[in-house]
């Protein structure tokens, strides 16, 4: 990580990429960004990801890496910033993925908040207009302090290994908006459900193994004889039924105790869904 000198970045003469330069059209790919919550050493982080450029990566021409880290003023305990910060937060993200955009060439692809910190990911074709791009940033906002990073990364591994999400992280990232949707359909989510959930293996020993772990934490079997062609090899079905609220609390525990049953048996989770009630149709 560089550090970009306070008393030289506002003496930084600026010169940017060619104004004429051909944009790669991944630049202008619609973005589709999702945030999870992820654990970071000894602390929690905010990842922000951009889904939408996940399809078509990784991009050739688009092969270094770049972050831009800025610090908080007055982060809270967790390392995030606070609500009176918010607002220059937001106003400084947009202004460098701006800047990146429209004078580094880079495609952003997400961030990560950390410990009073945080990271900016780009890739570009050029990394050599970084510091100076960084420094003009920086000349905009004097009150914070900016670092920056570049590695070549023609795979985009760091974007597929560390920032885009786990299938966990999908599935709490799923459970955010069936709950929106539930709620905005109407339905109560304080009150006590029946819940099926759906887990699929490659043989049947992992299969009862996983229903007899499942039935200790308070589920229980509807059916463990499902069969699934298309699935194969992972064609062996499970559906269990548990009982409660739909709060997302409530879901993010049930779906740790899920994978958790997967990873000992070495099946997939494959989400939740409400059991048919004679009240069904007020709410779907």
Known sequence: MEDLDKDIRNKIEFTFADDEAERDPALDIPAHYELYVTSMDDGRALVNVDLGIAEKAPIPRLHWLMGIQME??????????????????????????????E??????????????TRMFYFYGPDVDYLAPLVGKIASEYGDYDFNYMSENDGNWSFFFNAIYPTDLDMA????????????????????????????????GASRAKAASELMQLGFEVIDDHMYVEELEPMSLGLKMMAKHDLNLMTLTEKTYECFEAMEDNVGVYDGWELAPTEDSDAWI
Do not use: W
Not at 79 to 89: C, R
Not at 175 to 199: A, K, P
């Open 72 to 101: 908080f003023l007055d982060p809270d305990a967790d390392g995030f910033y606070t609500e009176d910060e918010e607002e220059a937060i937001l106003e400084i993200q947009d202004y460098i993925i701006k800047v990146m955009d």
């Open 103 to 116: 004078e580094g060439r880079a495609r952003f692809v997400g961030s990560v908040t950390y410990a009073g």
């Open 172 to 203: 709490h990232i799923r459970n955010r908006y069936m709950v929106q949707n539930l709620v905005e359909s109407g339905v109560d989510i304080n009150h006590e459900y029946s819940v099926y959930y759906y887990f699929y293996f490659q043989d």
